[in-house]
């Protein structure tokens, strides 16, 4: 019809929102402090996501040097910059708004450390790999802040980190299917955004004041972890006076048992006995943590 705001049934089943936390600010690493929001003791696991962390650090805490087996990590920066070398001599920064998506398969041992003064910030998600996947080969998709793809449309700005949206897609690939974007709403925008119905899904607010699912329902502000329910995509208003940034999350559930044993994440108990049995002896996967430390690590011997 002539006039009619195509807009209005983009979807034609919202998912609303079931549960909400508030992420609460804990120490973790050494001495840097994590809001965790997945990953905490009332919410262990989202299939496929293990872990949400939007971290702080300032030098001298940080992530020295630890392992990683059975999933992928994604470090999205926000603010500052985060010096990262693993074992193989892969190193770089990752500075505000560049992606880290590590593919840590049968095994990474890495340091993430602050790489500037002041207070470094960002999101690190876990995403869980399928049992036929978590013995893959190491893998880096990295993506600077000025090559991630970004649309505006109506006021809304989003920044594809994976997935597509606005007709604008990412390169990344992800393992397990899995949507990562970034939105920005100025103040009366409306969005709806499509997500797979199969699949999992969760907003978490950076900034500023949202509605999400209803309109109806109470705003969300910063830090607040929204898990949506069933349906075919998002809705969220911006009704509030100022700029509302957040991420929506969707994956794929893998539905397979798990056994997670710190940064290790297998389906079974013989698995992480395994790893850990790989760990100290230093093979599969792990030959060259033997005689590896990272350089923050040596500098802080001298
Ligand atoms: C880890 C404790 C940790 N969240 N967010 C135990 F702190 C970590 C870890 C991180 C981490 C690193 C960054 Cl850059 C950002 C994070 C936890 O490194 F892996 C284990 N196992
Ligand atoms: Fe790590």
Known sequence: ?????????????PRLVERKFLARPQHEGAGAIVRRSIG???????????????????APAGFPDHPHRGFETVTYMLQGSVAHEDFEGHKG???AGDLQWMTAGRGIV????????GTQKGLQLWI???????????????????????AVED????RVIAGEALGTKSPIYTRTPTMYLDFTLKPGNHLQQPVP??????????EGEGVFGNLKSSAASAHHLL??????????????????RFILVGGEPLGEPLVQYGPFVMNTQEEIDKTIDDFENCVNGFEKARHWRSESALSLEM
């Open 1 to 13: 019809m002539p006039g009619s705001d195509q807009n209005c049934d983009v979807l034609k089943e």
């Open 40 to 58: 905490r003791f009332e919410l262990r696991y989202f299939d496929p996501f293990l872990a949400l962390d939007e971290f702080s650090v300032t």
């Open 93 to 95: 920064t990752i500075g």
């Open 110 to 117: 890495h340091s993430e450390m602050p790489a500037a003064q």
């Open 128 to 150: 869980n790999l399928s049992s036929k996947h978590k013995m893959i080969e190491p893998r880096y998709q990295e993506v600077p802040s000025k090559n991630i793809a970004e």
């Open 155 to 158: 006021g809304i700005k989003v």
């Open 197 to 206: 119905t199969s699949w999992n899904a969760f907003v978490y607010v950076l």
């Open 227 to 244: 898990l949506l329910g069933t349906g075919d995509g998002l809705e969220a208003w911006n009704n509030s006076s100022k700029p509302l």
